[in-house]
């Protein structure tokens, strides 16, 4: 058997050899033809010459460490810093900014119009974009800016220089454009927290001055105190809990004056001054990524529109930010609220300890000089809080000053010395592979009209009915260890093309016959029953081939009673329906073929049986015999819904399926459609089958089991 096939492959190759050799010589005429048109074509081709630049992309830090730096990283991963930095270069904003520094509008307009005119703005950006390409290198913050300008319209010396000063130009317009929207939101900072200063300068002058109309209205000569009241007090435990009070209400003003300050503040002002007055690096980070999605936002929705998904991811961003923000300066404030709670406490406390120390010794006349103690100390508080404010500006200014890198250009963009494009190599490889694909393709081409049946199509054709199904070599019964999966997948196929089809539309009994013994119709049969059956419908699966039974020994169940038995009237259906191991499919066997059994399978018995099952299942179906040369099968046929005819691939001769179509039109049965079976995948493809040999007709009276010798004959 494995000669067989091997001589049949063998003879397959020789044919197809033959058929390029008999017409070798249009192979050759195409053959050369595309060559020599690629080859020319390619010479006289533009070139295309690509000059790039690589730019390192960093989170905005300053390039000297500042009065900020503790020896601590603050900087936070963001996901789609890159990815926005990436979309910004390739922005119109950049773009059309190159376009004006180098003049590029007069420039394509001498290169491209006649007359010499500028060409206007967009269509300046459409070839600078174009032209543009931005790469990604994977796993760092290195970016690589490329420009290509072809030799259309211009020498090569001109397309080398055009590709090198527009790449690094482009560079240059981005690093400058980010310096310049860093140093503009540090100036916002600044300026929101100057506010604060000027506005916390003005509330310790107003202080002062009440301290002073109230010094001069107590005649007191200095800033210590009455000393009427000291004299009376234990100096040393008074002064160390004042020291404790100053410190603590100095804490507690300050929580308060932040407090006071952030609730009074909303939008960007707070948002500017909330990471400056908490000295929260985490919210500063956030709103550096805030105002970077932001710009990205802006600049994506007037390159791409509104409902684009960058667009729209982007926008998912900044709402994710906007949101995250939010809850941090509620946290924050909560925070610092509880602080102050905290602080009061503490100085209430304090306050206590005070009193009673002083209780003892006080004077009536020493409470004079109560108001002027709280201004005195509400004074230094302010005082304190004023001079922390004054810090962070100074801070601030400082750091503003420092230079800073967020673009560093690694690699400068070069003339380059060779084009890129067209590539000869890649072009005449191309052309040769093309050339012999067609000059062969034609050749079978021309072959394929001399031919009868070759492609699927024409045995639909030769049938007259549809291909539902097309089953590879050795497939096992699918509820064996050893039913693979993808042929499982060829099963499920068949059933969705039959329910699809409108020969079937409303079908119950489906009868599966073929023209010859051994083409494998009771296999197919079981795996389709075993594929309804698995997803849901409720299958009857009757055995109706009374001379050569085959599904009980595919199920494992005994043949000893059957449909034999109900057509003899010996049994009831329901007595012989038995349940089988795999869910949804029940069994009817064939029963024993006993002397006088011949005959039994005529059309009022059928009938009555399928009229007494039905109304219990989903589907039916029916193992017929072979059409040539067995009556039973035209019966089965006849009673049944719809019939599918399975024709063994390189099996019988195109004759035997045509006579088993027309016995199957000429009982009156409904042809649903044909199975292609036992076809092999590595040889033949689905869509090209070409029949060689000599077809022997194999007689329905053999002894051996059909589907074994299918199975055997196929492995």
Request: glycine share 6%; with cysteine.
């Amino acid at each position: 058997m494995e000669q067989n096939q091997t001589q049949s492959s063998a003879v397959h190759f020789w044919d197809y050899w033959q058929v390029v050799r008999s017409r070798k010589e249009i192979v050759i005429a195409i053959f050369l033809f595309i060559v020599i048109t690629g080859a020319v074509v390619t010479y006289y081709l533009p070139k295309t010459f690509r000059a790039s630049t690589r730019i390192a992309v960093n989170r905005e830090t300053p390039s000297v460490e500042g009065m900020k730096g503790q020896g601590l990283s603050t900087t936070v991963y963001d996901p789609f810093f890159l990815r926005t930095q990436f979309e910004i270069i390739q922005s119109k904003p950049i773009i059309y900014e190159v376009i004006r520094n180098l003049r590029l509008r007069d420039h394509f307009g001498q290169m491209y119009n006649d007359d010499g005119v500028a060409v206007s703005s967009i269509r300046a950006y459409e070839l600078v974009a174009g032209s543009m390409k931005v790469h990604q290198y994977r796993d760092t913050n290195l970016i690589e800016i490329q420009i290509e300008r072809s030799t259309y319209r211009s020498t090569p010396q001109e397309a080398r220089v055009d590709a090198c000063r527009i790449a690094n130009e482009i560079a240059a317009v981005y690093r400058d454009q980010r310096m310049k929207v860093n140093r503009t939101e540090k100036e916002r900072g600044l300026v929101a927290l100057q506010e604060a200063y000027h506005e916390k300068q003005q509330k310790v002058k107003d202080l002062e001055d009440k301290l002073e109309a109230l010094r001069k209205e107590l005649k007191i000569t200095g800033f210590g105190g009455g000393s009427e009241s000291a004299g009376s007090m234990d100096k040393g435990r008074i002064s160390e809990l004042e020291s404790d009070r100053m410190r603590a209400q100095n804490k507690m003003v300050d929580r308060q004056t932040r407090l006071e300050a952030l609730n009074a503040m909303q939008g960007e002002q707070l948002l500017y001054a909330a990471a400056s007055l908490l000295g929260d690096t985490m919210l500063n980070n956030l709103r550096q990524q805030l105002v970077e999605s932001q710009l990205s936002l802006s600049q994506l929705q007037g390159a791409l529109g509104s409902k684009h998904p960058d667009v729209v991811r982007m926008q998912t961003v900044v709402g994710e930010l906007t949101r995250k923000i939010e809850e941090t300066l509620k946290g924050l404030k909560a925070g610092l609220k509880t602080e102050f709670e905290i602080s009061q406490r503490e100085l209430a406390l304090i306050d206590l300890n005070l009193e009673q120390a002083r209780a003892s010794d006080i004077s009536a006349s020493s409470e004079k000089y109560l108001p002027f103690r709280k201004i005195e100390h509400e004074l230094d508080a302010q005082r304190a809080i004023c001079d922390s404010l004054e810090m962070l500006v100074v801070k601030e200014e400082t750091d503003l000053q420092l230079p800073r890198t967020p673009v560093e250009v690694i690699e400068m963009a070069e003339e380059p010395d060779q084009p890129v494009a067209p590539n000869m190599i890649i072009n005449i490889t191309l052309s040769v592979l093309l050339g012999l694909g067609v000059g062969i393709g034609l050749a079978f081409f021309l072959e394929y009209l001399d031919t009868s049946v070759k492609t699927v199509q024409d045995i639909e054709d030769f049938i007259g009915a549809p291909i539902l199904g097309v089953i590879p070599q050795k497939c096992r019964p699918l509820n064996t260890q050893k039913g693979d999966g993808s042929h499982a997948e060829s099963y499920r196929v068949l059933k969705t093309n039959i329910q699809f089809s409108k020969k079937w539309a409303h079908g119950k009994v489906l009868c599966i016959t073929s023209g010859g013994e051994g083409e494998g119709k009771s296999l197919s049969l079981f795996n389709l029953a075993f594929v309804f059956a698995q997803l849901g419908s409720r299958v009857l699966l009757v055995d109706a081939d009374i001379r050569r039974p085959t599904q009980h020994k595919m199920i494992g169940l005994s043949n000893r009673v059957g449909l034999s038995d109900v057509l003899l009237g010996r049994m009831k259906p329901a007595e012989v329906i038995v349940p089988t191991s795999i869910e949804n499919l029940s069994f009817l066997s064939s029963g024993r073929s006993v002397s006088g059994s011949h005959g039994i399978v005529d059309s009022p018995r059928i009938r009555t049986l399928l009229d007494a099952v039905k109304g219990d299942y989903d589907y039916i179906f029916l193992d017929s015999p072979p059409i040539l040369g067995v009556s039973d099968a035209a019966v089965l046929c006849s009673e049944a819904d719809g019939t599918l005819l399975v024709i063994e691939h390189r099996s019988y001769p195109r004759d035997v399926a045509a006579r088993a179509r027309s016995m199957i039109q000429n009982a009156g049965a409904n042809l649903v459609g044909v199975v292609l079976n036992n076809i092999n995948i590595h040889r033949d493809s689905y869509y090209y089958y070409h029949y060689v040999g000599s077809y022997a007709y194999k007689s329905y009276t053999s002894e051996s089991d059909p589907d074994s010798t299918r199975k055997s004959s196929a492995s």
